[in-house]
């Protein structure tokens, strides 16, 4: 699927590529959609919009620091307390009991980044080997280039603990016995189609840093499956359908996507942002301790695109999950 991909967009770009290099404009090529990601330079939006193999043309918002501080909510960080409820709840803990860890599995953390030596992390890092680090492969930052991973917000490093999380006595994550690769799609919890479409690629070929995606990937090395606890909205450049046909090569390719459906409920019809809305997205809302969906977490069925669409197709626990954190101190 990624040599199909790749060669269908070196050839189908090659004009448009040539033509951007000749105004020495900063340009991204991708494949997992036929696109090409322009930095700056609106105006060029005009120029090429007419071109005949050019199918549309749309504006990527960028991404700029919220102006006032956010608050922590509060944080239990007692010691340690064995298995977490969350994973007791769904009976991950009585797979364990038949010696099923996540063995030999790679998850993908496409999020806020990941604090890879947290201490609940690092040893199910996949680049790291008990004595040095290897970060070639295992990490991408879209956003900055960061060669180290690092998490500007705690969210991904949250989530994966949930994942893989293990420190002594703490069982955090539903699959302690798997590895974990990480990409940092958002940057202070915003992002747009180029980001995510660029961590989806590099999750499903990882490629050295500073590497090509379309030359130096390699699929062999790519996660199994990946979490995306974030959605598109209209304000990151969403729209129903834009990240569609990214999230079915992915499934053709037999990448699993595990979506959240969303924090905007409890209304009917609110999933509905990129990609949890999808039918190759696997969609999860969130429940409580009561087994109750919550409040915040979006209903189906998916109106926005006409389908009518059944999500979220499961629900698991997802209010006061304890997991592997970040702590800001002055």
């Not at 105004?23 to 930095?39: D, F, K, P, T, W």
């Not at 590099?202 to 499956?225: N, T």
């Not at 009917?268 to 990609?275: F, G, L």
Request: overall charge negative; charged content about 20%; proline content about 7%.
């Amino acid at each position: 699927v990624y040599e199909t991909l790749v060669e269908t967009a070196e050839r189908s770009q090659s004009s448009i590529r040539a033509e951007l290099d000749r105004r020495g404009v900063s340009y991204r090529a991708h494949y997992l959609i036929n696109m090409i990601e322009v930095q700056g330079r609106p105006g060029l939006r005009h120029a090429f919009a007419g071109e005949p193999a050019v199918a549309s043309v749309q504006f990527q918002p960028g991404v700029r620091r919220i102006p006032f501080p956010t608050k922590i909510p509060d944080l239990d960080v007692s010691g340690s307390r064995g298995v977490e409820w969350n994973v007791r709840d769904v009976g991950a803990d009585r797979v364990w009991e038949l010696g099923i860890k996540g063995q030999g599995v790679i998850v993908g953390s496409a999020d806020s980044g990941v604090a890879w030596d947290h201490p609940a992390l690092k040893a199910a890092y996949l680049g790291w080997d008990g004595d040095s680090a290897e970060h070639d492969y295992h990490w991408y930052d879209p956003w900055d280039g960061h060669a180290e991973p690092h998490d500007d917000g705690g969210h991904g490093t949250h989530t994966t603990g949930t994942m893989v999380g293990l420190d002594r006595e703490n069982q955090l994550g539903l699959a302690p016995g798997a590895q974990w690769i990480g990409c940092r799609n958002m940057r202070h919890g915003l992002g747009n189609p180029g980001s995510y479409l660029s961590c989806m690629e590099f999750l499903l070929a990882p490629f050295p840093h500073g590497g090509d995606p379309l030359h130096d990937g390699v699929p062999a090395r790519g996660a199994h499956l990946v979490n995306n606890s974030w959605g598109c909205p209209t304000e990151e450049g969403c729209m129903p359908g834009t990240l569609r046909v990214a999230v079915e090569n992915l499934r053709a390719a037999g990448q699993m996507m595990v979506v959240s459906a969303g924090n905007e409920g409890p209304a009917c019809s609110t999933v509905k942002d990129p990609p949890g809305l999808y039918d190759a997205a696997l969609s999860v809302g969130a429940t409580g301790r009561d087994d109750q969906a919550a409040g915040f977490s979006n209903r189906g069925p998916v109106t926005v695109d006409g389908s009518q669409r059944v999500k979220p197709d499961l629900v698991a626990p997802g209010v006061d999950v304890r997991s592997s954190c970040l702590l800001y101190t002055s």
